[in-house]
């Protein structure tokens, strides 16, 4: 009965698997570094779910699953888990050449698999192969659990350390958009629990009718649902989130930017114009897209005349040069973000002060001499 049950949760998790996959894969969210690589993880677990169908079906003999079907993709998940958090929580790092040597044992596995395939196929396979490709087998599986456990407990590391460095720039918001990371995080330590259970049961006592890998294979189709739904469609409410510290280090570059461009000129201003400076500065006033020089000018309690004229004599350019400069740069640093770069140019044109995409496009090119596409192109490849 039990196996009926277990046998529809693992076809149920490919049809899953894949539907998951596809509508990943047509998302323009896969661009970003961290959604390929939950996208990649899905399609891992869905293709070693889709193996081992064969075999627990009993579609094919356990000879022919290793000689033609079977791939460790249970060596690859924890390197794609581990980067998948990586570039979520630290999306402007780079990979660098340790971690990247990560993927070493799960490429080794992957050729020793690929190497026994090619001696099935050409009726290679001896006896004393077939005993030595077992206990690789079997390494590989206990290799594989322990890596996954130190992966679980490096992300748990990552998340704290993450969480600090919220702390440290009094940031608290961030906690509700990371609380589903640290319960999928959880969900994985239960899983390298399952499958620990499983091998230990399987190889080294010798088996029972309630299979453990059974309750792994169902994990996992649970897990897809996790990684699929929490992790694809709730990306966009939590990835905005998650560089808060990166917001906030945005802030002051967009204030220094608002600082080069309004001093340019190195003597000293008068009152007025400073006041002008802190108005538009600290309380972001050239993001209104309705901005007028006048309500800034009764503001500062003078004529608009006046103000215009200290604008130009001052700071060497006119009140609508001035805004546009300051909402382009606003605009540069969502353009330069990875983890904006899935939003849309009105989007981005709005955020930024301006009232239409035609005009945003026509002042980028004014000012910058390129396009914010080409903008964005450059400073994320």
């Known amino acids: 009965m039990y196996h009926d049950i277990f046998n529809t949760i693992l076809v149920l998790s490919i049809f899953e698997g894949f539907i998951l996959t596809g509508i990943a894969l047509f998302s323009k969210k896969k661009k970003n570094k961290s959604y390929l690589f939950l996208i990649l993880i899905i399609l891992a677990f869905t293709l070693n779910n889709l193996q081992y169908f064969f075999l ?73 192969i077939r005993l030595l490709y077992n206990k690789i ?11 996954l456990f130190v992966i679980v407990g490096y992300v748990f590391i990552m998340i704290s350390g993450f969480e600090k460095e919220q702390n440290a720039n009094n940031i608290t918001k961030y906690k509700g958009h990371t609380r589903w990371l640290k319960v999928l995080n959880s969900f994985s330590l239960l899983l390298s629990l399952v499958w620990m259970l499983a091998i230990v049961q399987e190889f080294i006592l010798g088996g029972s009718e309630l299979n453990y890998f059974y309750f792994l294979w169902v994990g996992i ?25 990166e917001q906030k280090i945005q802030e002051v570059q967009i204030a220094n930017a608002v600082k080069k461009i309004v001093e340019l000129k190195t003597y000293p201003k008068s009152e007025h114009v400073k006041a002008f400076e802190a108005l538009i500065m600290e309380e ?48 540069k640093k969502i353009l330069s973000n990875p983890n904006l770069q899935h939003q849309n140019m009105l989007k981005i044109a709005k955020q930024s002060g301006f009232k239409s995409k035609s005009n945003f496009f026509t002042t980028f090119k004014k000012i910058t001499g390129e396009t914010p596409a080409d903008f964005q192109k450059k400073n994320l490849s």
């Open 56 to 128: 627990v079906f009993r579609l094919i003999s356990s000879e022919k699953f290793f000689g033609l079907l079977f791939f460790p993709f249970a060596a690859l998940t924890p390197v794609l888990y581990l980067l998948f958090f990586k570039f979520l929580l630290y999306p402007k790092r780079k990979l660098t050449k340790t971690r990247s040597l990560l993927f070493l044992p799960s490429i080794l596995s992957f050729i020793i698999a690929l190497y026994y395939k090619i001696k099935y196929l050409t009726d290679g396979i001896t006896e004393e």
């Open 137 to 147: 087998y079997l390494f590989q599986e206990v290799f594989g659990v322990v890596f």
């Open 284 to 331: 972001d006033k050239f993001l209104d897209s309705d901005i007028k020089l006048e309500d800034l000018a009764n503001e500062l309690n003078l004529s608009k005349s006046y103000l215009s004229r200290l604008i130009n004599s001052e700071l060497g350019y006119g009140f609508s040069e001035c805004i546009n400069k300051l909402r382009i740069e606003h605009a």
């Open 221 to 245: 189709a649970v897990y897809i649902y996790l990684l699929g739904y929490t992790g694809i469609y709730h990306f966009n409410e939590f990835f905005p989130q998650i560089p808060k510290t």
